[in-house]
């Protein structure tokens, strides 16, 4: 079974400060992690994914996030905030081979804000 | 433009209805998704679809049924609209099995009355 860990439902930081989003897995078999973002009424759109190889990804806007397999980890990272990152943002988990997204998992979702 | 579009965009009903809610994606993509989006739980899958007329069910199903005659269509409906189904439902799509990335559309906010 896999299972994905926000967290920290809201993050609230200041505008060019460390963005910092949290997520943790459990998974008995390697696997694919993804973060997607949500702005306001509108549906989810995938900033970035892992699934083998470089550990540390690059996505849209800025962000990155690096797999940690000791750690069991996925944190999202900008190294400085812009207002248009207020959204809520959510970790998602799927298991690999042959497993595609009727299996993927989603966390709760963090919700950040930006201070200006 | 090509996307994913549902609709209503919102949508009021009263317990013991029928509403279908419907989802509309012009990539072609042989996957197709229902999800829907509570606080505090995140999406949960209710159901999902390979190709046209290969439906299978999801985390959540129970109350809702699904269709999908042609590829590019894939609604959604409550037999029996009941309270707890008010929610947010989000429709997807993606390309293949192996986690290529799903496609969203903007959202139905169901209120069940």
């Known amino acids: 079974a896999q299972s994905v860990t926000q967290l920290g439902s809201h993050v609230s930081v200041s505008e060019g400060a460390l963005v910092l989003l949290r997520c943790n897995y459990s998974?008995?078999?390697?696997?694919?992690l993804f973060w997607y973002v949500q702005y306001p009424n509108q549906g989810l759109q995938l900033l970035l994914k892992?699934?083998?190889?470089?550990?540390l990804v690059k996505g849209i806007n800025g962000f990155e996030a690096e797999f940690k397999k000791s750690e069991t980890s996925f944190h999202l990272t900008k190294p400085s905030a812009h207002m248009s990152d207020a959204a809520e943002y959510f970790c998602a988990v799927t298991i690999n081979p042959n497993f595609g997204n009727e299996k993927l998992t989603f966390g709760t979702g963090t919700r950040l804000t930006i201070i200006p | 433009d090509a996307g994913i579009t549902q609709s209503p965009r919102y949508k009021i009903t009263e317990t013991g209805r029928q509403v279908t809610l419907m989802c509309h994606q012009t990539w072609s993509h042989s996957y197709m998704f229902w999800y829907r989006q509570d606080l505090g739980h995140g999406l949960r899958l209710i159901y999902y679809?390979?190709?046209?007329?290969?439906?299978d069910k999801g985390e959540v199903p129970d109350g809702y049924v699904v269709s999908r005659s042609k590829t590019e269509n894939f609604p959604l409906t409550l037999e029996s609209a009941t309270r707890s189904q008010t929610s947010v439902y989000f429709c997807a799509s993606s390309e293949s099995i192996t986690p290529s990335p799903l496609h969203f559309g903007n959202g139905t906010r169901l209120t069940v009355t």
């Open positions: 679809s390979a190709a046209a007329d290969i439906t």
């Open positions: 998974s008995s078999v390697p696997p694919y």
């Open positions: 892992y699934t083998t190889g470089a550990t």
